[in-house]
């Protein structure tokens, strides 16, 4: 078992093969899909919005060319990391992770195994104090603070006060970026966060980083499936310097008509048995959820009042979002069974040589949660053609 997310797109012999899942193993059959459906961003609108906004106009899409073998390396620091995913993208663009933050064990401990010179405060980001932030990051300069802290809860009726429980990761990442002084911060989340309580959440995260030396910062909507991960995964990003220059974004690299298909990541683990070694494993089925399963078609989800689980993926296109759903990943597109972890890492871009510690349900959960590598590879390179060297940075 053998894969490279990096690599082109291919057609795969046998895409029209059928697998029937029976415990253990498979059997062939057909079934009625759909190769192909349009598929259409529900942030279309909002990223419209993004792009005339005038308040946001300080970005610029920029061609990062070639991966930057032999160039030099810069730093980051990766605040609520998850497993890792932001930080493996930007370590392919060139970044060394100095150090990263997570609260989680099982992702802190995964963190831990696939980049084993970062430093991993596995804790509460507010347990540390300012005084232990040299330790953590050590004696280099910071060029880059990466971030994607949960909005759960954001008040803006606290917006002022940082010991508002709701707003406390927020005020953390501002504590991180004051201490720290990087060259730029990058953070992700969910698109949702842009109109989240009127678009007060957005207003509140410009002016503080403003207020504490990085003006303009901008956030756009960037489809992973542009820019070759097999899967359709909208995010929101968030770029702001203090450099003085516009907001490097990555051009797209693939177009629609040449997004990569779930087969082409995923089709030869389909007649791979369960190995744990390998993070291959999934949810255990009774033969009649076998039976259930064997019924739901493309698109099609297992429940009628929970639709955005159990859902059959389709074939032809890139996956639906990968989610971990509390256990309902989605359903293999010819399997009668839910997507494996190392399945769902592949469609997220992550290398079968990452592996993911804990139990399989935590597995999923850290890649349902994860940024593609793949994608924040390519916002690495963008960085990086704005990026400076120590002596020739100014100050805003």
């Keep these: 078992m053998s894969y490279d997310p990096k690599a082109p797109n291919r057609s795969m012999e046998g895409r029209a093969r059928g697998w029937v899942y029976r415990g253990d193993a498979v059997t062939t059959r057909t079934r009625k899909t759909s190769e192909r459906r349009p598929q259409r961003s529900r942030y279309v609108k909002v990223q419209a919005g993004l792009l005339a906004d005038l308040f946001n106009g300080e970005w610029e899409f920029v061609d990062p060319g070639a991966d930057p073998a032999g160039a030099t390396r810069f730093s980051a620091v990766d605040l609520f990391s998850g497993c890792g995913g932001m930080s493996l993208g930007m370590q ?12 989680d064990k099982d992702a802190a401990a995964t963190y831990r195994r696939n980049f084993p010179s970062a430093n991993v405060w596995n804790g ?4 540390i104090q300012d005084s232990d932030v040299p330790s953590l990051v050590g004696t280099r300069a910071i060029d880059v603070l990466l971030g994607g802290c949960p909005c759960q809860g954001f008040s803006i009726a606290g917006r002022r006060d940082p010991e508002d429980p709701r707003n406390a990761l927020f005020w953390e990442t501002i504590r991180f970026a004051r201490l720290l002084r990087p060259q730029f911060v990058v953070l992700e989340n969910v698109p949702g966060i842009i109109t989240m309580q009127g678009g007060q959440v957005l207003e509140l995260i410009r002016s503080e980083f403003s207020a504490i030396g990085y003006p303009d910062m901008t956030v756009l909507i960037l489809e ?36 990569r298909s779930i087969e082409s990541a995923i089709e030869d683990l389909a007649v791979v048995q369960r190995d744990l070694a390998t993070n291959h494993d999934w949810t255990h089925h009774s033969p009649q959820m076998v ?8 698109g099609g989800s297992l429940y009628d009042s929970y639709t955005d689980a159990w859902k059959r993926q389709y074939t032809g296109v890139p996956s639906m979002t990968i989610k971990e759903n509390h256990g309902g990943s989605h359903i293999h597109y010819h399997l009668d069974r839910t997507l494996s972890a190392r399945e769902m890492a592949r469609l997220q871009s992550f290398p079968d040589s990452f592996f993911f510690e804990g139990r399989m349900k935590r597995a999923m959960f850290q890649i349902g949660n994860a940024v593609p590598p793949v994608l924040a590879k390519h916002i690495g390179l ?10 020739d940075q100014e100050v805003v």
């Design 224 to 259: 992973a499936a542009d820019y070759g991960v097999p899967q359709y995964r909208p995010r929101a990003i968030f770029v702001a310097n203090r450099l003085g220059v516009k907001n490097p974004y990555p051009n797209a690299v693939v177009t629609p008509e040449d997004h």
């Design 291 to 298: 039976e259930r399963l064997s019924k739901v078609e493309p």
């Design 382 to 391: 963008a960085v990086r053609t704005r990026l400076r060297q120590p002596e």
């Design 92 to 103: 392919w663009a060139g970044f060394d992770s100095v150090a990263a933050v997570e609260v």
């Design 124 to 127: 509460r980001i507010g347990d």
